[in-house]
T-cell receptor
Framework: TQLLEQSPQFLSIQEGENLTVYCNSS?????LQWYRQEPGEGPVLLVT?????EVKKLKRLTFQFGDARKDSSLHITAAQPGDTGLYLC????????????FGKGTKLSVKP | GAGVSQSPRYKVTKRGQDVALRCDPI?????LYWYRQALGQGPEFLTY????????KSGLPNDRFSAERPEGSISTLTIQRTEQRDSAMYRC???????????????FGPGTRLTVT
């Protein structure tokens, strides 16, 4: 059973479109992170959310942590080809010693 | 160094041989993690350390896999009697490991691509 479910698994859109990626769980997380990974590279941290209901913005990216800290979303406005990559959410379970649970990722392709 | 480094970047070995993969974390980072990652998928947890202590090895597939971090810095993941199914990208990550949300923010190395023939 996958503890963190990401959807959609694949997303192919045109430049300029908006999109939302979801990360859902039945477990409560003390914090949740989003990473972006390009082919041949390791995942790179984008943001950490900690408080239920928290919203963080990073240029055209908006991250939200659910009120119950069980889910999160990533919204990209006016996507660009440079946004192409694998987007991963990862959560630290409440009471864990430091291990992160990763979702399987959403593979985003933005066509010019 | 500025980031997490791993060596070798590529390793081709014959079935039955032992391999050792090295990870050098960011200086001062308490926690070190090993993952295996299939193409286009999220990292699959193998094991992690706080300082030199192995905290969780529940993700290691079987007893052919082991890891150590004897001085709380560099870590080695060893696979004995390699099999073709061990072929994968092996990634290492490190984090501050202090209290608070930033403790969990992981910085990944470039990975070692292991191919078992």
């Amino acid at each position: 059973t996958q503890l963190l479910e990401q959807s959609p698994q694949f997303l192919s859109i045109q430049e300029g479109e908006n999109l939302t990626v979801y990360c859902n769980s039945s477990s409560v997380f003390s914090s949740l992170q989003w990473y972006r990974q390009e082919p041949g590279e390791g995942p790179v941290l984008l943001v950490t959310v900690v408080t239920g209901g928290e919203v963080k913005k990073l240029k055209r990216l908006t991250f939200q942590f659910g009120d119950a800290r069980k889910d999160s979303s990533l919204h990209i406005t006016a996507a660009q080809p440079g946004d192409t990559g694998l987007y991963l959410c990862a959560g630290a379970l409440r009471g864990s010693q430091g291990n992160l649970i990763f979702g399987k990722g959403t593979k985003l392709s933005v066509k010019p | 160094g500025a980031g997490v480094s791993q060596s070798p970047r590529y390793k081709v070995t014959k079935r039955g041989q032992d391999v050792a993969l090295r990870c050098d974390p960011i200086s001062g980072h308490v926690s070190l993690y090993w993952y295996r990652q299939a193409l286009g998928q999220g990292p699959e947890f193998l094991t992690y350390f706080n300082y030199e202590a192995q905290q969780d090895k529940s993700g290691l597939p079987n007893d052919r896999f082991s890891a150590e971090r004897p001085e709380g810095s560099i870590s080695t993941l060893t696979i004995q009697r390699t099999e073709q199914r061990d072929s994968a990208m092996y990634r290492c990550a490190s984090s501050l490991g202090t209290s608070g949300a930033r403790a969990y923010e992981q910085y990944f190395g470039p990975g070692t691509r292991l191919t078992v023939t």
